[in-house]
Nanobody, 127 residues
Framework: QVSLVESGGGLVQAGGSLRLSCKLS????????MAWFRQAPGKEREFVAA????????FYADSVKGRFTISRDNVKSTVFLQMNSLKAEDTAVYYC????????????????????WGEGTLVTVSS
């Protein structure tokens, strides 16, 4: 049974930092891209960042580029999202997701490409 367990969310002041973690179990982590999405109150879930199965290709939404960093540790089967210079508009539930396409290194990532999701972790940025 595949599961994704997230941690690291919480309350932070604007300008602060948080680091989210997401551990995958039940599937070979190193063969698949991983991604983070988020859903703000009253809004649709949106793409935040993705990392290829090797870690060699990384993509970000324009809204977080330069502030967020995605990384992965294939030994620990964990993907991370380092969030710096947080803004009130970053407030959302953050979800990690495992891509269904093994060994994919392309540049296109959508919710439809993900086959496993974490339960979400709430990030609240106070202004």
């Amino acid at each position: 049974q595949v599961s994704l367990v997230e941690s690291g969310g919480g309350l932070v002041q604007a300008g602060g930092s948080l680091r989210l973690s997401c551990k995958l179990s039940g599937r070979t982590f190193s063969s698949y891209p991983m991604a983070w999405f988020r859903q703000a109150p009253g809004k649709e879930r949106e793409f935040v960042a993705a990392i290829s199965w090797t870690g060699g290709r990384i993509f970000y939404a324009d809204s977080v580029k330069g502030r967020f960093t995605i990384s992965r540790d294939n030994v620990k089967s964990t993907v991370f999202l380092q969030m710096n210079s947080l803004k009130a508009e970053d407030t959302a539930v953050y979800y990690c997701a495992a891509d269904r396409r093994d060994h994919y290194s392309g540049s296109l990532y959508s919710q439809n490409d993900m086959d496993y999701w974490g339960e979400g972790t709430l990030v609240t940025v106070s202004s």
